[in-house]
Each structure stands twice: as structure tokens, then as C-alpha cells.
T-cell receptor, first 114, second 115 residues
């Protein structure tokens, strides 16, 4: 088991461009989470999948953000028309149904919007 | 709704001294409580958790935490700090019964170990 993998690790983009991040969870985990972390803050919940179903979305997730998890495996997080305020570390985590709250995090994808 | 308050954004202790990182929570239902640690350039990893049962829970690397319902606290301790403990520590809360809406994290405490 290689853990949770996120790509790309770093992304620099210009304001107004679209970006997409990918997360490959631990294979036997059916829960997948996206969080956002800014400097000096703890991770903030964005959205949650159980298998392929997106069950929860935070109010932080504006309509410029969309997440998918086709076939209940990897997930993508797309940000359209990026703004400077979107600059942050985007974290993906996965967990098993039998161990709620025991999240395994990836190393994150750092987004810088110029 | 849940929230977490971590007192002290930075805590500095000498190597070999007691480590105490404070966490208070607010939850409308019985909580599950967690401490996560983030080493530089690494992902967050679970240090320990409280769900039900014994209120004193032990985690990895000699850390432990005690759930005190009357004080709504879940402070993290380690009797003797090691240089390798230098990291960012996050307390988190989830509603008992599944935490399907994800964990709510505190802002974190940066632990500095003085030689």
C-alpha cells in the first residue's frame, strides 16, 4: 500500500485559469475527503465522497469548485476561473467505513494563483 | 456543529521536558476526538484518538491525551520531549456515529523543541 497520492504537488497559475488536482486514495478505503489549508490555519473541510457518491459539501465550496470520484476510485478537484484567494494547500484524505475519523492524508497539492 | 480551540499557536519546550498542548472543543453531540501531527513536508498523520471507553488514550511516539467531558478538553501530553517531536499538531473533532461530514480541525500548535 503506497498511501494517498496527490498530483501535481505544486501548481502555479494565472488568475482566471482552470486547474485540476488528482487524488488516488488507499485502495481499500471507500471514503475520500478534500480539505483546504492556508498558512497558519488548520485544514478546512471542503467535500466528502462515499464510494462515487458526493455526500457532503462545505459552504466553502463555491460553484467554481467541482469534485468528482468516478467509479469510486481516484478523485479530481477542479477549480474554474481561479482567484488569488484560492491559493492554498489542497489536501486529500481517505478512510475506511469501520474507522471513522481515522484519515490518511496525502502530502497535498499547493496552488499559487498569480 | 463542532469547533476546536487550540490555545497557543506556538509552544516551546526544552528537550526532556514535559510537553502539554491544549485543546478545547465544542460539540452538540458526543464527540470523537483526535490529534494529528504534521512533520515538515509530510502529510498529516493520526497521533491518537478518543471514541468511547477509556478517557486516557495513548498514541504513537509516547504521546497521550485525556478526554475530560466536564472541561470539554482533550489536551495532549508527553512526559519527555525529543527533538524529533518538533512539528505542527492539530486537534480535531467529529460527531460520534461516523463523522460523515469530515473532521473539524483546530488552527494548530507549532511545537518547538529547544536543545
Amino acid at each position: 500500500d503506497t498511501g494517498v497520492s496527490q498530483n501535481p504537488r505544486h501548481k502555479i497559475t494565472k488568475r482566471g485559469q482552470n486547474v485540476t488536482f488528482r487524488c488516488d486514495p488507499i485502495s481499500e478505503h471507500n471514503r475520500l475527503y478534500w480539505y483546504r489549508q492556508t498558512l497558519g490555519q488548520g485544514p478546512e473541510f471542503l467535500t466528502y465522497f462515499q464510494n462515487e457518491a458526493q455526500l457532503e459539501k462545505s459552504r466553502l465550496l463555491s460553484d467554481r469548485f467541482s469534485a468528482e470520484r468516478p467509479k469510486g476510485s481516484f478523485s479530481t478537484l477542479e477549480i474554474q476561473r481561479t482567484e488569488q484567494g484560492d491559493s492554498a494547500m489542497y489536501l486529500c484524505a481517505s478512510s475506511a467505513d469501520t474507522k471513522p475519523g481515522e484519515l490518511f492524508f496525502g502530502e497535498g497539492s499547493r496552488l499559487t494563483v498569480l | 456543529a463542532q469547533s476546536v480551540t487550540q490555545l497557543g499557536s506556538h509552544v516551546s519546550v526544552s528537550e526532556g521536558a514535559l510537553v502539554l498542548l491544549r485543546c478545547n472543543y465544542s460539540s452538540s453531540v458526543p464527540p470523537y476526538l483526535f490529534w494529528y501531527v504534521q512533520y515538515p513536508n509530510q502529510g498529516l498523520q493520526l497521533l491518537l484518538k478518543y471514541t468511547t471507553g477509556a478517557t486516557l488514550v495513548k498514541g504513537i511516539n509516547g504521546f497521550e491525551a485525556e478526554f475530560k467531558k466536564s472541561e470539554t478538553s482533550f489536551h495532549l501530553t508527553k512526559p519527555s520531549a525529543h527533538m524529533s517531536d518538533a512539528a505542527e499538531y492539530f486537534c480535531a473533532v467529529a460527531p460520534s456515529g461516523g463523522g460523515a461530514d469530515g473532521l473539524t480541525f483546530g488552527k494548530g500548535t507549532h511545537l518547538i523543541i529547544q536543545p
